[in-house]
């Protein structure tokens, strides 16, 4: 069944610092891979995706990751982080046509000051 | 609308009773997706719906819920005699028709903040 983990339930970094929030998938055909970000008391914005090409995806807000075959990863990272990055963010797969985004348990972001 | 919209942003009830609640797409997309998010946990898969096929049901998680799309486009999720449990964040996302690639992004609404008291 295809599925994502997102290893890290929090990750802190101070503001300036890069950041990485880890994300793998399970191994079944080609997944389509993508990154949401959810602010306090809103829904889901779309930050970046993977479908084919190149292996680096750039993205919203300065955010960008990089699909790896070899260790099914999906990690997304930042060089700078802002305090405004504070955020919860889910990482998600998709196998095929049809069928619906599967969803990790998401990983709290805290960038401090 | 510019985004999918969904009403009511928030909706107290007493267990026991119905609730529902509406979902109004992107404008021109086929798809559209129910997930509900509890405290502290993931998204969970509802349901799906793609264009006339028949949707894919198999998150709902008992026979209390149903959703239904009108017209190819806005969609209620009903939530029969509910319980405590139900308590969460449902959210609506919508998408392009995914028949010519899955790399379709899929939007989010703001979701409908359900307590069930």
């Known amino acids: 069944a295809q599925s994502v983990a997102q290893p890290e339930d929090q990750v802190n970094v101070a503001e300036g610092n890069p950041l990485t929030v880890k994300c793998t998938y399970s191994v079944s055909g080609n997944p389509y891979l993508f990154w949401y970000v959810q602010y306090p008391n809103r829904g889901l914005q779309f930050l970046l995706k993977?479908?084919?090409?190149?292996?680096l995806v750039k993205g919203s807000y300065g955010f960008e990751a990089e699909f790896n075959k070899s260790q099914t990863s999906f990690h997304l990272k930042k060089p700078s982080a802002l305090v405004s990055d504070s955020a919860l963010y889910f990482c998600a797969v998709r196998y095929g046509r049809n069928t619906p985004l599967v969803f990790g348990k998401g990983t709290r972001l805290s960038v401090i000051a | 609308g510019a985004g999918v919209s969904q009403s009511p942003s928030n909706k107290v009830t007493e267990k026991g009773k119905d609730v529902e609640l509406r979902c109004d797409p992107i404008s021109g997309h086929t798809a559209l997706y129910w997930y509900r998010q509890s405290l502290g946990q993931g998204l969970e898969f509802l349901i799906y719906f793609q264009g006339n096929s028949a949707p894919d049901k198999s998150g709902l998680p008992s026979d209390r819920f149903s959703a239904e799309r009108t017209g190819g486009s806005v969609s209620t999720l009903t939530i029969q005699r509910t319980q405590q449990e139900d308590s969460a964040v449902y959210l609506c996302?919508?998408?392009?028709?995914?028949?010519?690639?899955?790399?379709?992004?899929?939007?989010f609404g703001e979701g409908s903040w359900l307590t069930v008291v």
């Open positions: 993977y479908i084919t090409g190149d292996n």
């Open positions: 996302a919508s998408s392009l028709k995914t028949v010519n690639s899955s790399g379709n992004t899929i939007y």
